[in-house]
């Protein structure tokens, strides 16, 4: 039952996620934050069915917490993510940041932490990894977002090649963050009572529905191709490790 009921919360995420491109202006703001909202449901209520009520907190308190932390400083001083601010699109605001923006950090940073438990033994070795697999993400979140108007930078340079909009060094703190996160979650040793493959499937079809969003539907081919490469640093590894394939020997299957 459990199981049943993270694939059905999965569904309707990718079902709000399919909306995006076919909306516009408003209605596609009120998608992008149904969308986060669901995800956010999906990776709690998982932790919670699969770990316990404890995780599912620690979760909440580490990254959507933490998360408002970080934003609201990064609005207020420009560290670590720059000089930026947030329109009014996305909602009410908590001390400058949209309440739905700490959300979106939980969403994707409890898929991130299972694919590293999944590819890798070590504390340290996962943390890095789990980093990796949720500040990559970013590569296509923010072009995405940015090109909306959700958010903008007073100076975003140096940028990557192709995507001008976004300065290099908010990746650099996305990573930072993003590490931090990992490492507090690392403490919780709750044990599993679920599978963890809706969680892989939620991480995998973000990594391949951006890519091609990015690049068919959104007008966006640098940031599909710049994602494709950061986030494939962990989807690749994961997909192989889900169909058994020995040729990447740093994967555990």
């Known amino acids: 039952m459990t199981n049943r009921l993270v694939w059905y919360g ?24 149904t969308t986060v909202v669901l995800g956010f449901l ?6 919670a069915l699969t770990r316990g009520v404890r995780t599912a907190g ?11 932390l970080v934003e609201g400083l990064g609005v207020a001083t420009g560290w670590p993510f720059g000089d ?7 909602g009410p605001k908590i001390a400058g940041v949209p309440w739905v ?8 940073a409890w898929p991130a932490w299972l694919a590293a438990v999944r590819l890798v033994h070590r504390r340290a070795a996962r943390i890095v990894v789990a980093g990796v697999g949720l500040a990559a993400w970013d590569v296509f979140l923010d072009p995405q ?47 599993s009572k679920g599978p963890d493959a809706p969680m892989y499937a939620l991480y995998l079809w973000t990594y391949f529905s951006s890519i091609l969003a990015h690049a068919a539907f959104l007008g966006l081919p640098a940031s599909a191709a710049w994602g494709a490469l950061a986030m494939g640093l ?18 555990r299957a």
């Open 10 to 33: 999965l569904g309707l995420l990718i079902l709000a996620q399919i909306c995006y491109p076919l909306t516009g202006g408003g209605a596609r703001a009120a998608v992008t934050v």
């Open 42 to 47: 999906l990776s709690v209520g998982h932790a």
């Open 58 to 68: 620690a979760l909440v308190l580490v990254t959507t917490g933490g998360g408002l």
């Open 84 to 90: 930026y601010t947030y329109s009014g699109a996305l």
């Open 101 to 108: 923006i700490p959300l979106a950090w939980t969403w994707m």
């Open 145 to 191: 977002m940015v090109a909306e108007g959700y958010w903008t930078w007073s100076d975003p340079s140096p940028s990557l090649p192709g995507v001008s909009s976004v300065p290099l060094g908010n990746y650099a703190g996305w990573l930072v963050v993003a590490l931090l996160m990992m490492a507090l979650l690392s403490t919780r040793r709750g044990t």
């Open 234 to 251: 962990v989807a690749l590894p994961l997909a192989a490790s889900l169909v058994h394939v020995k040729t990447m020997p740093w994967v």
